[in-house]
């Protein structure tokens, strides 16, 4: 679904990426986790078309995205701090992103939408909202239009509770049908039942990029935060499971 070939980009004369080769297929979840300026943020930026890699290229369906925003059209995103114009209800929100989309009334996803009930408070302003509830709105938008890949940057951040398990529980709905999900999350605990695949980052560069069967296996620790914590304190990162998988 998304190929990455040898992509690298600095900020004056700091790399933010170097060298990143990867490819993420449909029916697998990505945890992409490494420490904050790790480059987790460049990158999804990168597959988005956001930013502008200064080598290499991103493949989507095997054609590059370079110039072209079409891609777009296919991926659901959820950033970690979502920004909306303050004055705008959330139905004026969803209106305006429908007909952005120019998507299909009968075919959005409202899942997401009436667990966290906010059909009940859909004329409230953006500005008016908390931080969580604007959480819960960015979901609700990334999934909405049933993209056949979903970018969740921090999904769970600032959700309570009972919200998160919705959450989690709608991204293994979607993660059964197929779909091509990729997460950041500085919460390894909660990815241990999303996650397929690890890609571990840092100072812009993999260091560990395998399946989550793999990482445990070799580690013999079944939560995620203890078997990327013993990997890394051995710098077993340069070893077999980098090459497993890239």
Not at 145 to 159: H, I, M, S
């Amino acid at each position: 679904m998304i190929r990455i070939e040898n992509i690298s980009k600095r900020f004056k004369k700091h790399y933010a990426l170097r060298e990143i080769s990867a490819e993420f297929r449909s029916n697998e979840v990505i945890a992409l986790i490494g420490p904050n300026g790790s480059g987790k943020t460049t990158l999804i930026k990168c597959i988005l078309g956001m930013v502008f890699p200064d080598e290499g290229q991103i493949f989507f369906r095997d054609k590059p995205i370079a110039g072209s925003v079409m891609h777009r059209a296919e991926i659901g995103y959820m950033p970690q701090i979502g920004r909306y114009p303050d004055n705008m209800s959330i139905r004026q929100l969803t209106k305006m992103m429908i007909n952005i989309r120019r998507a299909d009334r009968n075919n959005i996803d409202t899942e997401l939408f009436n667990a966290f009930n906010l059909g009940e408070i859909e004329d409230k302003t953006m500005r008016s909202l908390s931080g969580g509830t604007r959480q819960k709105v960015s979901a609700c938008l990334a999934f909405m239009f049933n993209p056949v890949v979903l970018v969740l940057d921090e999904p769970t951040a600032g959700l309570d509770p009972i919200s998160s398990e919705i959450l989690k529980k709608k991204i293994l709905q979607e993660k059964a049908k197929g779909k091509t999900i990729i997460i950041t999350s500085h919460i390894l605990n909660e990815l241990d039942d999303l996650a397929t695949h690890v890609m571990y980052l840092q100072e812009g560069t993999i260091r560990l990029f395998s399946t989550l069967e793999d990482v445990v296996s070799i580690t013999g620790e079944q939560r995620l935060n203890k078997a990327i914590a013993m990997l890394m304190q051995h710098n077993f990162y340069n070893g077999n499971l980098h090459a497993k998988k890239v």
